[in-house]
């Protein structure tokens, strides 16, 4: 029972009802992998060793698939309960959130959910983007991607009355088709303009300590464990795209499934009404009385697992160094002996020791505030997408990734081989 995320948790263990303190009770509710993420299938929720071979995937039907898309999008798991009435940031984006200040927090919204009546007004500049009125209506059409608001009319004026959010928040963005910050949905690309902190921060709940360390975060950055050990060191938002296939989604490894870490998310980071228990990290955590996640965890998987890793876009690469740099991945680069076959990670098979990470040794390591205290190797399909690299962000491109290998693995690569090997990357 070691990674056991059922909803009752096991005796002796202490229940977590609340984070630790002010700074931490917003950053329960912000990540989902998920993640989330997400970004995160029940025989995790169930319980299980770390060594237990993985479940077998079985193709769910497209209604499941479906019904995942809506949770993904639009469920909130009941965490309006944290955002509304802990957080009151339905006060905030009534009084000082205007859509300029929502794109600049990077914030999305969903082009396909606006009228064209109201894409024609946005055109002609007949809607202001300036007055916190206009997001509310952009909520009332369910067209903020991630944020979900209830909004009722009194005495002729639309007023927001709850808000929440979705899995969506942190792991979609939109094309920009309409303007920056405002296209059609991406379903699994990690929001990197997202700044989780700035919004939490924003929140009249925290203080002026606790909106210090949330504001230090920066755009594309979450902390999942400083709600529950107080330090702050924030990773980048992952991918929730590409995942089909592999058991161990999460920057350290720490569950076997994709449904460990939505539990995780849903409770501890959103706030979610439900229940997660890590024994591990001797974390219990129940939000309310009523259990608002454990049903949706098999639908809310199979979605996820049906998002694939974008094509690299057509000229965004050279194509001869490309073909000249998957020779320097298999050979003297020693990619491959970690990034393995067609899925490009070890991590269905093993954990690595935090040395083996680019962004170690950092203090305080990532690892060490984990469950597994290890690191799963990164999948690289999509890699071109989602800039910064390694969990911490360190590198700005895939040539830092190169270069960065290079110099800490003394594999004694060329300029031309490091170039070549980045170009290879931006493949996949």
């Not at 700074?23 to 995790?44: D, E, N, P």
């Not at 910050?181 to 997202?194: E, M």
Request: glycine letters at 8%; one cysteine or more; a negative charge.
């Amino acid at each position: 029972m070691q990674e056991d995320i059922s909803d009752t948790p096991p005796r002796g263990t202490t229940v977590r009802t609340e984070p630790p303190s002010q700074a931490s009770r917003g950053v329960r509710a912000v990540w989902m992998v998920g993640a989330l993420a997400a970004t995160a299938v029940v025989v995790v929720a169930c319980g299980g060793s770390p060594d237990d071979p993985p479940p077998v995937a079985v193709v769910p039907p497209p209604s499941l698939i479906e019904q995942g898309k809506q949770i993904f999008r639009s469920d909130t798991f009941g965490d309006e309960i944290f955002w509304t009435d802990t957080l009151r940031m339905h006060e905030v984006i009534s009084a000082a959130v205007d859509p300029a200040t929502a794109l600049s927090v990077g914030l999305k919204v969903d082009a396909e959910a606006l009228p064209a009546a109201v894409v024609q007004e946005i055109q002609s500049n007949a809607i202001s983007l300036t007055d916190p009125a206009t997001t509310i209506a952009l909520l009332k059409l369910d067209a903020v991607v991630g944020l979900k608001g209830t909004v009722e009319t009194v005495n002729g004026q639309d007023v927001l009355k709850r808000v929440g959010i979705t899995c969506a928040l942190c792991h979609s963005t939109v094309d920009d088709s309409f303007r920056p910050g405002i296209g059609k949905r991406l379903d699994g690309w990690p929001n990197r303009d997202l700044d989780p902190g700035a919004i939490i921060a924003l929140s009249p709940a925290v203080d002026a300590a606790a909106k210090a360390v949330f504001n230090s975060w920066g755009k594309g950055k979450f902390d999942p464990r400083h709600n529950i050990d107080g330090i702050s060191k924030p990773v980048v938002i992952p991918p929730a795209f590409g995942l089909e296939g592999i058991h161990r989604v999460t920057f350290t490894g720490d569950g076997q499934d994709l449904a460990y870490w939505n539990r995780y998310v849903a409770v501890a980071e959103m706030g979610g009404q439900g229940s997660v228990s890590e024994p591990r990290l001797n974390l219990n955590i129940i939000n309310g009385t009523q259990d608002l996640v454990s049903s949706k965890l098999p639908a809310l998987q199979a979605y996820q697992l049906s998002l694939k890793a974008p094509a690299a876009p057509a000229g965004s690469f050279d194509a001869a160094a490309a073909v000249r740099g998957k020779l320097v991945f298999e050979g003297a680069g020693r990619c491959a002996s970690c990034h393995t076959g067609a899925l490009f990670t070890d991590a269905n098979s093993m954990l690595h020791p935090p040395g083996d990470s680019m962004a170690e040794p950092e203090l305080p390591s990532y690892a060490s505030r984990s469950a597994s205290k290890l690191y799963r190797t990164s999948p690289l399909k999509g890699v071109w997408q989602h800039a910064p690299y390694f969990h911490d962000g360190s590198a700005a491109t895939l040539e830092d990734v190169a270069s960065t290998y290079n110099s800490k693995l003394a594999l004694g690569l060329s300029n031309q081989q490091i170039t070549d090997l980045a170009e290879y990357l931006k493949s996949l």
